[in-house]
């Protein structure tokens, strides 16, 4: 594992963004639909979702504490230079800025399931403000990877002339791909003219 994945964070912060995001979708669905149309969503409905958001968000939460754990050791571990370090500092602020919104939230519903209270538009507020950062700490996440190659073992190599792409379309040369060879608008009008050259008179 070490050798293919040069740290765990990337495997906890899809569970992190991931079940988030469905307990916001399901809350915001429980709070809204009842005010959409009273019988929108049946009681038994209603129960199951607002039990399948609440522990997709107490989970989540859960994860996240192992989640910003590897984040600060991969921040301490990974090769990178002064561009992609910035990088990195940024992402973690986005991080740390999250993550007390995300506890709180679920601790908020932990106590809502345990004094059986309704949801109210401050905690749609606070899961929609958390969503919006959590989903720029992310951006920022895939920012360190796809744009500076962050904890990438290895880059695919250019393969050069005669390398296929999915549907069989390679770049090779005429024989090889069957393809006549890209013409300028020279050759095209070389091709083209077919004005007598004048030649001098020839005694016979």
Do not use: C
Request: cysteine-free.
């Amino acid at each position: 594992m070490p050798e293919i994945i040069p740290n765990l964070h990337p495997v906890f912060v899809h569970f992190t963004v991931a079940l988030f995001s469905i307990a916001t979708a399901l809350f915001v669905v429980l709070f809204f639909a009842p005010k959409i149309h009273p019988g929108l969503l049946p009681e038994r409905l209603r129960e199951q979702l607002r039990t399948v958001a609440r522990w997709n968000l107490w989970i989540g939460a859960a994860i996240t504490l192992v989640t910003v754990a590897a984040g600060f050791f991969a921040f301490n571990s990974v090769a990178h230079d002064a561009p992609s370090h910035a990088a990195m500092k940024l992402h973690r602020n986005w991080a740390l800025t999250t993550l007390p919104l995300y506890l709180a939230a679920a601790l908020w519903s932990m106590y809502g399931a345990y004094a059986r209270k309704t949801l109210n538009r401050f905690f749609i507020g606070l899961m929609l403000i958390t969503q919006l950062l959590l989903l720029s700490t992310a951006w920022h996440g895939g920012e360190l990877v796809y744009r500076y190659g962050l904890g990438v073992i290895s880059l695919p190599q250019p393969e050069g002339d005669g390398h296929a792409h999915d549907g069989g379309h390679g770049h090779g040369d005429a024989r090889e791909t069957g393809h006549a060879p890209d013409m300028s608008m020279e050759d095209m009008n070389m091709e083209t003219d077919t004005t007598p050259e004048d030649h001098p008179d020839h005694a016979h």
